[in-house]
């Protein structure tokens, strides 16, 4: 790939996309010496260099006489301008593939995963289009996984989970504030539909973490 007068191979491209995911703590650096085949030396030996020189420290033999940060800020900026714009719902494997067909840049799979998931991005989550309940995720940190855990899993939360079918968020609270007063003209409907007791405040995370064992 050539960018502003600097000419970075896959390898090193690649390799951008991984210490930039250390930078930003989304990857630890062990993980990104198993994930590049590196020692744990050479990796602390490249977030050095992209420290003090940025994307150039990278490269080769130094090639090039663009700026420091010029591919970083440059080409990750745009790349991920135009996931965000038109493949927002593509995971990183489709995603790459339009990229590269489509956009001509030279990246991999792997390096864009690392982008997608760098801190602090966010994915956007719609359940039911009738009722649309939009969920917005933003990545903390991602981690090694731990030897023998289960995954996905839940480590805290709080609140219920609304009933099927109540509406969008404005139903649910309407639902909540007609099983609060017994003398409401549709609290005898409201419960006849539920039946079992609704408690809003309640959160159970075993229950929540049994359920994706029950959807496999």
């Known amino acids: 790939m050539t960018e502003g007068g600097i000419t970075m191979s896959r390898r090193e491209v690649d390799r951008l996309g991984v210490i930039q995911a250390i930078q930003s703590k989304a990857l630890r650096q062990r993980e990104a010496a198993r994930q590049m085949g590196l020692t744990l030396r050479h990796v602390k030996r490249l977030v050095r260099r992209y420290r003090d020189q940025g994307a150039l420290g990278l490269v ?7 700026p420091n940060n010029t591919i970083g800020a ?33 990246l991999s799979v792997e390096t864009l995963r690392q982008w997608m ?38 480590l805290k939360g709080k609140r219920a989970c609304s009933p099927e079918d109540c ?25 006849e539909w539920i039946g079992d007791e609704i408690d809003p ?11 994706p064992k029950r959807m496999r």
């Open 167 to 191: 509406g969008e968020l404005w139903g649910y609270e309407n639902l909540i504030q007609i099983l609060a007063n017994s003398k409401h003209e549709e609290y005898e409907e409201m419960r």
């Open 74 to 106: 440059a080409v990750h900026a745009e790349i991920m301008d135009r996931v965000r714009t038109r493949y927002v719902d593509f995971g990183p494997t489709l995603a790459c593939k339009k990229l590269v067909e489509v956009h001509r840049y030279s």
């Open 60 to 66: 080769s033999g130094h090639r090039g006489q663009c």
């Open 201 to 211: 405040e309640a959160f159970d995370l075993d229950e929540v973490n049994q359920m």
């Open 117 to 154: 998931i760098a801190e602090g991005d966010k994915l956007i989550y719609k359940y039911d289009f009738g009722d649309g309940w939009q969920h917005e995720l933003k990545i903390g940190m991602v981690l090694a996984p731990e030897p023998g855990a289960r995954y996905p899993r839940c």
